[in-house]
């Protein structure tokens, strides 16, 4: 058994008087593929944020390969290792590209080394890797403000790769893409998964893809962990079929 990349106790959150996490104990093993699940307004999202520095918690404990990172901002998080693609595109639509994951690459890099000599020749390296391991090398010249709606997330996947994290938040990652662009982007979510050992915790709507994507499945709902558990054992929950998979008939 590997140990825990992730560990977090007793994560609580409230905006104003309303509890939106509620003493959250999770935990991930390092080279997991997992899926947050549950309702809108679930606190989907929040955990995430709480995860990565955006907002921070009233009470509990988040441990990182070790080493605990509550309450660190955001830049501090990545630093150490885990990085985020957004809900909402972070992609600079009038450049290209290329220039997208080499700004991602070199923000990372001013983090991590101090300048030197070497640094332009690191970062071009850097920027081709990422880019040919998100399928991306042959539209690297486009404007990414043009891209499709798919080649943009494998855009943000680039991004998010930049700083070579161990665990990747994603958080609907295929929100608003054709069938055929979320089949393409949630293989190359399991390839990153695969070949980089990258542990990977995604949030999603469509039950299909949470149950061929994910090996572990949590259900939140009102801010609480309700099931945790394989894809078949949540399915088989009958608080998990009341509260949430009853409506999506399964
Ligand atoms: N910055 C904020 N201020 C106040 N309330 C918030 C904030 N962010 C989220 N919430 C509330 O927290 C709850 C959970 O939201 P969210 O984490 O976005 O859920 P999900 O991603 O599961 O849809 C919602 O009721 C939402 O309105
Ligand atoms: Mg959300």
Redesign the pocket.
Known sequence: MSANILEVAGLEKH??G?H?TCSINFAMQEGEQSAII?P????????MNLLTGYHRPDAGKVVFAGEEITGLPPHQVARRGISRAFQVSSIFGRMTVAENVRAAVHAQMRATFRLFASAHRIGVEETGRVLALCGMERKRDLMAGELAQGDKKRLELAIALAGRPRLLFLDEPTAGMSIEEARSTMELVDRLNRELKLTVLF?EHDMGIVFNHARRLTL?HRGAIIVQGTPAEVRANETAQKVYLGEHHL
């Open positions: 905006f104003g309303v939106v549950g809108n307004g679930a606190g989907k999202s929040t955990f949030t939140l």
